[in-house]
């Protein structure tokens, strides 16, 4: 199977929270990710960053750019490569689509028009940021329903030909449904050309990796579940990411894990056992990854609940 090691996106670190799943305020997007941020994820010995991005950051309700959404991710990026970071753009909210069912964005997949302003929206961003040595692009965060996998399938390749046009060898980066799960990986069509990714996230198993979280009401809140309990070992990871790992060698491509992470609440030792797991499947076959989240989120990297184990953590990225 081909690896993305040879482009340099590898070991990455989301910055979720900055310019998607956030209140949008000016302080927020000027304050929540500074320049020391980014030193410390260089000083980390990482190689990108993933930005996951809302469409109203960029875009007016009624389809117009805002000039200031798309000069504010130029300077980020611009920061990112300063201190030798490459850069995955993520759109994790469109027009008409949330992986969020509270965002209340709904239409996409039955709406030509939507997924006509998708495909305008990202002709704009590869005008803006065609640097194929620095910047990735990844189409739409996490497809949730099967039922959509025809229409996606369609959908992502009218937006990467159109891409193409003006971006010919910037990297794509494309998940498949149930969240961009990797058993769902083989749903997806052949990619369009060398520089077509699969991408998948990984919070397997869901009891552990997101115990006491308030946004899955099927879990119980109180139930605070060990490594060992949940029946985890390298075997999870390995039958987990089978499917995905076989359709990119039938198809000539490359896996990035584009999130992966455990909770805040769980321990950080015991979330330390699960780290362990998962990167030594990633590393036995080269699968490019990075991890959720630098700071917050309930899963912050930053925060000083993993004091005790950070330095340790920082090891597996």
């Excluded at 959404?69 to 970071?85: D, P």
């Excluded at 070992?233 to 039938?250: G, R, S």
């Amino acid at each position: 199977m081909k690896t993305l090691k040879e482009f340099g996106f590898y070991r990455g670190v989301n910055l979720g929270g900055w310019m998607s799943q956030c209140d949008y305020s000016e302080e927020r997007l000027n304050t929540f990710i500074t320049e020391k941020d980014l030193d410390v994820i260089a000083g980390w010995g990482l190689d990108h960053v993933r930005i996951p991005i809302d469409y109203n950051v960029l875009e007016n309700e009624d389809g117009t750019y805002k000039a200031e959404g798309f000069a504010r991710i130029a300077r980020a990026v611009e920061g990112c490569r300063a201190r030798g970071l490459k850069t995955v753009l993520d759109l994790h909210k469109t027009v008409g689509f949330s992986f969020d069912s509270g965002e209340k964005e709904e239409g996409f997949f039955f709406s030509e028009a939507l997924q006509e302003r998708f495909c305008r929206l990202w002709e704009e961003l590869a005008r803006h940021f065609n640097d194929p040595e620095q910047i990735a692009f990844e189409l739409l965060n996490e497809v949730t329903d099967p039922a959509y996998i025809g229409t996606w399938n369609r959908v992502a390749g009218r937006c990467i030909r159109r891409i193409r046009a003006l971006a010919p060898r910037t990297l794509i980066l494309v998940g498949s449904y149930h969240n961009n799960s990797a058993p769902a990986v083989k749903e997806l069509d052949p990619p369009a050309d060398d520089r077509v990714i699969y991408n998948f996230h990984c919070y397997d198993p869901l009891p552990f990796t997101h115990q006491g979280a308030y946004w899955v009401p099927a879990l119980d809140r109180e139930a605070r579940p060990t490594f060992e309990e949940c029946g985890i070992t390298e075997d999870t990871f390995e039958e987990l990411f089978a499917p995905a790992i076989e359709a990119a060698k039938a198809n000539d491509t490359c896996l990035y894990c584009g999130e992966y992470g455990v909770i805040d609440k769980a321990a950080p030792e015991e979330a330390l056992k699960w780290f362990r797991a998962i990167h030594a499947v990633f590393e036995k076959y080269q699968i490019s990854r990075s991890v959720w989240s630098y700071k917050q989120m309930d899963f912050g990297l930053t925060d000083a609940r993993l004091d005790g184990v950070r330095e340790e953590l920082l090891k597996l990225l």
